[in-house]
């Protein structure tokens, strides 16, 4: 008499239901951490299988997008105010502080307002021309005026 041997059902990677489970834990990382990579960690996830879940499950990727746009405007609310209000830099001198001035991010003042207002400040300018003193001025005076109305008043 022959002895069969049942073979094991194999489950296919088509047929296995993926492990989502680690979605939430991904996300509220994604929002504490702002970065993908620490939410991957704490999740216990490799970024491949998080972008490939992010493609595949509609709900995860809205959760996902939704901590990402969180973390954007946290972030374009500090640069906001670091542009208008300014940031103190301490100030040395033979290696002791010895004083703060108050910065403004100039250079982030200017690329912020490119990308707001783009049809005003995104001027196409030959390396001849030169602005004047009074276009210059009358250029920050409206940069300092749009940037102070689109931040919040807590007031």
Same mark, same amino acid.
């Given at each position: 008499?022959?002895?069969?041997?049942?073979?094991?059902?194999?489950?296919?990677?088509?047929?296995?239901?993926?492990?989502?489970?680690?979605?939430?834990?991904?996300?509220?990382?994604?929002?504490?951490?702002?970065?993908?990579?620490?939410?991957?960690?704490?999740?216990?996830?490799?970024?491949?299988?998080?972008?490939?879940?992010?493609?595949?499950?509609?709900?995860?990727?809205?959760?996902?997008?939704? !901590?990402?746009?969180?973390?954007?405007? &946290?972030?374009? +609310?500090? /640069?906001? *105010?670091? =542009?208008? $209000?300014?940031? @103190?830099?301490?100030?040395?001198?033979?290696?002791?502080?010895?004083?703060?001035?108050?910065?403004?991010?100039?250079?982030?003042?200017?690329?912020?307002?490119?990308?707001?207002?783009?049809?005003?400040?995104?001027?196409?300018?030959? !390396?001849?021309?030169?602005?004047?003193? &009074?276009?210059? +001025?009358? /250029?920050? *005076?409206? =940069?300092? $005026?749009?940037? @102070?109305?689109?931040?919040?008043?807590?007031?």
């Amino acid at each position: 008499m022959e002895h069969y041997k049942k073979k094991a059902k194999k489950v296919s990677k088509k047929t296995r239901k993926p492990n989502t489970a680690w979605h939430k834990k991904f996300v509220d990382a994604l929002t504490k951490t702002r970065s993908i990579g620490q939410a991957c960690k704490v999740a216990g996830v490799g970024r491949t299988t998080a972008y490939n879940h992010k493609d595949k499950f509609p709900d995860f990727s809205d959760e996902w997008e939704e !901590a990402m746009q969180m973390c954007i405007d &946290d972030l374009e +609310a500090s /640069a906001l *105010r670091r =542009a208008i $209000e300014g940031h @103190k830099k301490a100030v040395f001198h033979a290696g002791q502080q010895i004083g703060e001035v108050l910065h403004h991010e100039t250079s982030l003042t200017i690329f912020m307002l490119k990308a707001l207002k783009p049809e005003v400040y995104n001027m196409d300018i030959n !390396a001849n021309d030169v602005l004047t003193a &009074d276009q210059t +001025a009358q /250029a920050v *005076r409206v =940069a300092v $005026e749009a940037m @102070k109305q689109s931040v919040p008043n807590d007031e």
